[in-house]
């Protein structure tokens, strides 16, 4: 019986100090293969690195809704997602378009889906709080995911807010955020070990990790840059309260 440990990474949003103190954590534990989920760029001042980054350490990543936005040719929406387009080499644009939507593996005699926000495609959302159909839902095969059969485990990212669930269908693991975690302001990330050659009988670990970083060095670097939209990146990063709620709960940056 041999036992691996894989990573999982989601949802860096261009934040290299989070990214970095996060891989070097990774590192530290001695493994050495790491998947990431996706929304690689975006709302971080720092995609291209982060876009090299995960080129030259990760295993295998999937497509992000953010990815879409960003690295493919359609329609800005913002300032934001055009300095953020722009910020990225053409090269790594087209690598971050051209990323397959999931990908499976197997784990202690278990199909393991990763992938960043459902099967349907990368922009829809399945929250902490969902129904049953729903949750069935995240295991099936689509279109989208190819012809794998149905999984026993589903890892994902997109929501910022890392949870599991296991019901008759399988386990359901959301691995949050590395660059723009939204439950508290600290990012994490999911171990996944078991058996790649093994059966069901075989042990199967999931863990999650936080790893705290030197957030007011990331601000910093996004200020220094000139990045659009900064002030929801600050409150995000100092409150983990997403930016849609600032207003109602009066969350601001103070102005010296």
Known sequence: MSFERLAVVSDVHGNLTAYDAVLADIAARGITRI???????????????????????????????????????????SEGQAWWRKEIPPEDRQWLFALPGSLDLELSGRRVRVLHASPVDEFTRVHREHGAEQFAMMFAPTPFTGDGGPADVVVYGDIHDPF??????????????VGNQLDDPTPSYVVLEG??????????????????????????????????????????????????????????????
């Not at 001042?45 to 497509?63: H, K, Y």
């Open 164 to 177: 599991l669930r296991s019901g008759k269908e399988g386990t359901l693991v959301n691995v949050g955020s």
């Open 195 to 256: 058996d790649p050659d093994g059966g069901k009988d075989a042990p199967f670990g999931i863990q999650f990790v936080r790893v705290p970083y030197d957030v007011e060095a990331e601000i910093a670097a996004a200020r220094a840059l000139g990045m659009p939209e900064l002030e929801a990146y600050e409150i995000e990063l100092r409150t983990g309260v997403y930016r849609g709620d600032h207003a109602a709960l009066g969350l601001s940056t103070p102005r010296g």
């Open 35 to 77: 998947l990431n989920l996706g929304d690689v760029v975006g709302k971080g001042p720092r995609g291209a690195a982060c876009s090299a980054l995960t080129r030259e350490c990760c295993e295998a990543t999937v497509r992000g809704n953010w990815e879409v936005f960003v690295a493919g040719d359609g329609e800005l929406r």
